[in-house]
């Protein structure tokens, strides 16, 4: 990747508050996340979710998180909230996200013992718009706020990739000199708790990513 042309794309995941939503789109984020994952301690309701969504900014994506949800749920989100873009978590194939024609990210899970192989990876989600490699175990939620071993990231990927897990201000420096990501996803790294964003995290985090990507540049 030329990274004079490109720059590193930010998401915030698991927004639960519309302040919180407005502060991503004044921080110039490029995408925010709703969570309608089981289990997770940011899932939303659709209406939830869609009265929020009066508060994105223009140009920013609205992502749309499920694992292992029905058909009907995700429809349902889809009609409520108007994403733009969808990402699985759990054991979805590819013939069931690509089915609702919209674009998606497909969650790696690497806090497992696997190697992830790249081929392999694309060949089973050949429509995958990307993915994001993420530090929870197979079959278990992300946002545990671990980070997983960045050199175990699959080489000869040939599709964008976010990195997601454990990601913080504190070391989204790092993280992006190490692995020139096409995007970094965080929750928990810049939240006070569980779905409650802290604005000064956020702000912190931003400028981090900003100046790896100076720093890239240099």
């Not at 990747?1 to 921080?27: H, P, Q, S, W």
């Not at 089915?99 to 190697?115: I, Q």
């Not at 050949?126 to 929870?136: T, Y």
């Not at 197979?138 to 990927?157: N, V």
Request: hydrophobic share 40%; glycine share 10%; aromatic share 8%.
């Amino acid at each position: 990747m030329n990274r004079t042309l490109y720059r590193t794309r930010i998401k915030f995941c698991g927004m639960t508050r519309a302040g919180d939503v407005r502060l991503a789109g004044e921080l110039g984020v490029d995408a925010v996340g709703f969570v309608f994952a089981a289990g997770s301690p940011r899932r939303l309701a659709p209406a939830e979710a869609r009265a929020m969504r009066q508060a994105i900014a223009p140009m920013v994506d609205v992502v749309a998180l499920f694992r292992d949800n029905s058909r009907e749920e995700v429809r349902e989100v889809l009609r409520a909230v108007r994403p733009t873009l969808l990402q699985f978590h759990g054991e979805e194939e590819d013939a069931f996200c690509r089915s609702f024609n919209l674009p998606y990210l497909k969650a790696v899970p690497m806090g497992g013992r696997e190697e992830i192989n790249a081929r392999t990876l694309q060949l089973q989600y050949p429509n995958a718009a990307g993915f994001l490699f993420d530090s929870h175990a197979p079959g278990e939620g992300g946002g545990t706020g671990q980070a997983f071993d960045w050199s175990r990231l699959p080489t000869g990927l040939h599709r964008p990739f976010l990195l997601a897990g454990g990601i913080k201000a504190e070391n989204v420096f790092d993280a992006i000199i190490a692995t020139l990501p096409w995007g970094v996803d965080v929750s928990s790294g810049i939240e006070a708790e569980p779905g409650i964003k802290d604005g000064n995290k956020m702000r912190r985090f931003v400028e981090e990513v900003r100046r790896a990507d100076c720093h890239e540049l240099s």
